[in-house]
Nanobody, 125 residues
Framework: QVQLVESGGGSVQTGGTLRLSCAAS????????IGWFRQAPGKEREGIAA????????YYADSVKGRFTISQDNAKNTAYLQMGSLTPEDTAMYYC??????????????????WGQGTQVTVSS
């Protein structure tokens, strides 16, 4: 049974940093794609970063490029999202999700078949 568990969310001020973690279990983590999505109230779920765990190749949405960094550790079956230069517009529930490697870098949430429960990030001005 695939399980993804996010952690690391919280409240920060504008310009602050946070690191989110996504611990995965129940499948072959080392050859998959882990994506990070976020959803603010009243808005659609937005894909923001993804990493292919096989070779570490990364993908970013324009909205976070240069501010967020995705990484992963095969030994720990865990992916990370380092977030910097945060603004109130980054306030959202953040989710990690898993899909097949061929779908990595595509931001359609329907392509991801396993999801975590989410972790809240709140950025105040």
């Amino acid at each position: 049974q695939v399980q993804l568990v996010e952690s690391g969310g919280g409240s920060v001020q504008t310009g602050g940093t946070l690191r989110l973690s996504c611990a995965a279990s129940g499948y072959t983590y080392s050859s998959s794609c882990i994506g990070w999505f976020r959803q603010a109230p009243g808005k659609e779920r937005e894909g923001i970063a993804a990493v292919y765990t096989g070779d570490g190749n990364t993908y970013y949405a324009d909205s976070v490029k240069g501010r967020f960094t995705i990484s992963q550790d095969n030994a720990k079956n865990t992916a990370y999202l380092q977030m910097g230069s945060l603004t109130p517009e980054d306030t959202a529930m953040y989710y990690c999700a898993a899909t097949s490697p061929m779908r990595c870098g595509r931001w359609d949430a329907a392509l991801y078949n396993s999801w975590g429960q989410g972790t809240q990030v709140t950025v105040s001005s």
